[in-house]
């Protein structure tokens, strides 16, 4: 049983570099794990110091507010570094990898044979857990809590996103089994959506104990928080957890091997670099291997995940817990000489303005980071409605925050959506104003006033 | 280019906190980035914007104008010789209109942007496009006779209580243009209404009266032809007697989508449904008047394409929208053929839809904001 939803708002910024269908090994000594990764993670506590040994799976911190919650290494090691930022937050725990792959043993077993609080023990201790998170918030999950369902979307249509078929393909066995984990912390039902436009791999069609759904639109459709709108919208009190395949796929490993075996394969994209692909390789590992003479000579952006919703990082940086693609594209900071009155044959824009828009529809852009434009206070309307396809009120949500508002802020929808749901208003917006952030205060405001 | 950028880049520190001309930092930066977009780049979020901003919006919203204004330019010296009883060649009434329009449009402008830039420095902000609308739209409301120091006070009195005393563009209630005509209208009327004031330098014994005027009084034997009127060979003001140039900019508006094409129909729309419903009952001149000729006569077609759709001021949502622009129809026509004290009822009925926008804007979002608590309701029930 599967039922369609088609969308008719959003948008698919098309970009140059999208990834080669190849797969590379990536050689790299040199990961790390970044607790600013996990939104509202708001103190790291370390458990090691420079200079230890660990293994995959070993504890590395976990969240002072909720104790349970642990990071693990992702390779085997010696810890080379302890990275902290302003006020002493912990940035990044950097190790050095030996290459050996020695695993901590938490016992393979059945999840069907398991029980829910078996499984939680199981997926917390070895810090798989970091992969499962909860609408509102997108927050790690909270343990002590019941979801009303749990959401796994089977694709992703931002811009240059890697091809979620290809990542799952012939892992049926190892996404069967997260699935089933999964299953059990749930009342409700595992909801997997798919995208109408392609044909989906057979692990995602072919995989039981969940409810098959399929959206037929532009991007955001692949994203979560859409997808729970139409099939499950959340209401005050309620949440909902969601995990991406390749996190499925980790937790299904766990219990088929008994082992963390943090694999994941990241497409590396972009106009900027020469030999996009799908690289194989280990969560939190540095990018400098993968864009060392890969890339063009200008100033340049490196980006772990897309370009609407990723992290800025150092070109020897390291990939985002939850990431499974690096973009990098130019940085914009020049001057354009009546940049605003030109034509615009070759510009990006959805608004019909320019002549790009009548003239090349179908370009692939290079665009860079350029804001292309000073911020103002609103002034246009019916913008944002037009690239977020919920029964919301985009704009008045977003001022509803920026007066603190916390009433209208609930009545107006702040718990059906995510800083990533209003990326494209931001990209769009006239006003250029910083909508992600402004989502994510709200969103702030409303933890710390619920708690 | 490189010249100038690196001149600008030069004078640039004597602007900033600390140089010589620290109080001119807004000016200098409008200026700047007038000439350049600037070399912002984005920091957090999404790391690519689209190319279009505020100046480029508003500059389309100028260049729908465009076509309004040099025909009122043509129609200010066509009106002016028609009624000296004089046959003068093309270039002799152009010439003629600009002598009048130019001087109010740089009064309007220098005025304008000069109080906006001074908000804009003791705020703190960059200086918004929103004026360059406003500064063009004023002339164009304005009777081709209009004394300079009138237009200056009311540009002032638009920038200033219309639109800074709520915090600048973007926030303001009121559409500042109509601001600045509704001033002159109720503070000098005798230079806002009547028959002398639509005909630049009239010959006293030329009656000079508006369709309007004379649909008012009940005389519509006497109204000119309905194509003269939707091509605009009739007097008024500056921007507002031609439909046609003003359906070119309505055009150009809603290809580029920077105007509301849903604002414009269901203002259309109510002002037909409006004039449908005095026709049933017909019990006057006016009320007999074809419906259509709403549409053609004084301020209606202006009103509906560049001040009903201003987005700041207008209805915000969708359907609220649709409303608005339906009752600034409705209460347009209404105002017309009720009230002879106020022949132009376009004006008010926007200034008055202006205020209630919100209003409507908060019913529709209610509807949005009971259903999301009905399903709250239904899940704990």
């Known amino acids: ?451 | 280019m490189k010249a100038l950028r690196k001149y600008i880049d030069n004078i640039k520190p004597q602007f900033e906190k600390g140089g010589k001309f620290e109080k001119l930092h807004s000016t200098f930066e409008a200026f700047e980035t007038f000439l350049f977009v600037p070399d912002t780049v984005t920091k957090g979020g999404s790391h690519i914007r689209d190319a279009i901003d505020m100046k480029r919006t508003m500059i389309m919203v100028v260049m729908a104008m465009v076509p309004a204004l040099l025909f009122g330019i043509w129609n200010i010296g066509n009106q002016h010789f028609i009624s000296q009883g004089i046959e003068a060649p093309f270039w002799d009434m152009v010439l003629f209109g600009l002598g009048k329009a130019l001087p109010i449009i740089v009064v309007s402008y220098v005025v304008g942007l000069g109080i906006e830039f001074y908000f804009a420095q003791i705020r703190g902000h960059e200086v918004n496009e929103g004026f360059l609308v406003s500064g063009m739209l004023i002339p164009l409301v304005m009777p081709p006779d209009v004394p300079l120091w009138m237009v200056a006070v009311a540009t002032a009195f638009a920038v200033i209580f219309g639109k800074e005393v709520f915090g600048g563009t973007g926030m303001n209630i009121l559409n500042p243009a109509l601001t600045a005509r509704a001033f002159l209208f109720f503070a000098y009327p005798a230079y806002m209404s009547g028959d002398k004031v639509w005909i630049a330098e009239k010959a006293d014994a030329f009656s000079g009266a508006t369709p309007m005027a004379l649909a008012t009084s009940g005389e519509t034997e006497s109204m000119p032809d309905v194509m003269d009127m939707f091509f605009g060979f009739i007097p008024g003001s500056i921007g507002e007697t031609s439909t046609l140039a003003i359906l070119l900019g309505a055009l150009v508006l809603i290809i580029t989508g920077v105007g509301s094409w849903r604002i414009m129909l269901s203002t259309v729309a109510g002002a037909l449904v409006m004039g449908l419903l005095f026709n049933l009952w017909g019990a006057n001149a006016y009320m007999q008047l074809p419906a259509y000729y709403h549409l053609v006569m004084g301020g209606f077609a202006f009103g509906a394409v560049y001040m009903a759709t201003d987005p700041v001021s207008a209805a915000q949502t969708t359907r609220g929208k649709y409303i608005y622009g339906f009752l600034i129809g409705v209460i347009a026509v209404l105002i017309r053929v009720f009230n002879p004290a106020y022949p132009e009822g376009m004006m008010l009925a926007i200034l008055l839809l202006n205020v209630f926008a919100p209003l409507i804007d908060h019913y529709v979002l209610q509807g949005n904001i009971k259903k999301r608590l009905k399903r709250m309701k239904a899940v704990a029930g």
């Open chain 1, 1 to 451: 049983m599967s039922d369609t939803i088609k969308l008719k708002r959003g948008l698919d910024i098309k970009l140059q570099g999208e990834a080669d269908k190849v797969f590379i090994p990536l050689r790299t000594r040199k990961f790390a794990v970044k607790p600013t990764d996990f939104v509202g993670l708001r103190y790291a506590k370390l458990l090691v110091k420079e200079g230890d040994e660990v293994k995959v799976g070993t504890q590395l911190c976990y969240d002072k507010y909720r104790e349970n919650i642990r990071f693990t290494s992702p390779v085997s090691g010696k810890v080379v570094g302890i990275k902290r930022g302003a006020k002493r937050i912990l940035e990044e725990i950097q190790i050095e990898s030996d290459e050996k792959g020695d695993a901590i043993d938490f016992g393979a077993a059945d999840p069907n044979k398991l029980s829910a609080e078996e499984i939680k023990q199981k997926l917390l201790k070895s810090g798989v857990w970091a992969g499962i998170r909860q609408r509102p918030y997108s927050i790690v999950a909270d343990p002590e809590e019941q979801p009303k369902a749990i959401f796994i979307s089977g694709f992703n249509s931002a811009p240059l996103a890697p091809d979620q078929d290809l990542i799952v393909h012939g892992k049926g066995k190892e996404f069967q089994a997260g699935v089933d984990a999964l299953a059990k912390l749930t009342d409700g039902k595992v909801h997997l959506s798919l995208d109408a436009r392609n044909k989906a791999s057979e692990v995602f069609t072919k995989s039981k104990n969940v409810t098959l759904h399929y959206f037929n639109g532009p991007h955001p459709a692949g994203n979560v928080g859409i997808q729970i709108h139409h099939i499950d919208p959340l209401n005050k009190g309620e949440s909902i957890w969601y995990a991406h395949p390749q996190q499925v796929l980790a937790i299904g490993r766990l219990f088929l091997e008994g082992k963390y075996n943090p694999e994941r394969i990241v497409a590396l994209t972009g106009s900027e670099i020469k030999k996009t692909g799908y690289y194989k390789t280990i969560i939190g590992a540095s990018i400098k291997e993968m864009v060392s003479k890969n890339t063009t000579d200008e100033t340049l952006r490196y980006i772990s995940g897309d370009v609407l919703t990723g992290k800025k990082i150092r070109k020897d940086g390291y990939i985002s817990f939850y990431d499974d693609q690096v973009t990098v594209i130019p940085e914009g900071n020049y001057y354009e000489f009546f940049g605003w009155a030109k034509p615009g044959i070759n510009k990006f824009s959805v608004s019909r303005t320019f002549l790009s828009k009548w003239l090349k529809p179908a370009k692939k852009h290079r665009l860079d980071t350029n804001l292309h434009g000073g911020e103002r206070a609103y002034v246009m309307t019916g913008e944002y409605e037009r690239v977020i396809p919920m029964d919301i009120y985009p704009v008045q949500l977003v001022k509803a925050i920026m007066i603190e508002d916390i009433d209208l802020m609930e009545n107006l929808g702040i718990y059906e959506v995510d800083e990533e749901d209003f990326a494209l208003a931001e990209v769009i917006c006239t006003s250029k104003i910083n909508v992600q952030q402004v989502i994510r205060q709200g969103l702030d405001l409303m933890r710390s006033e619920m708690s």
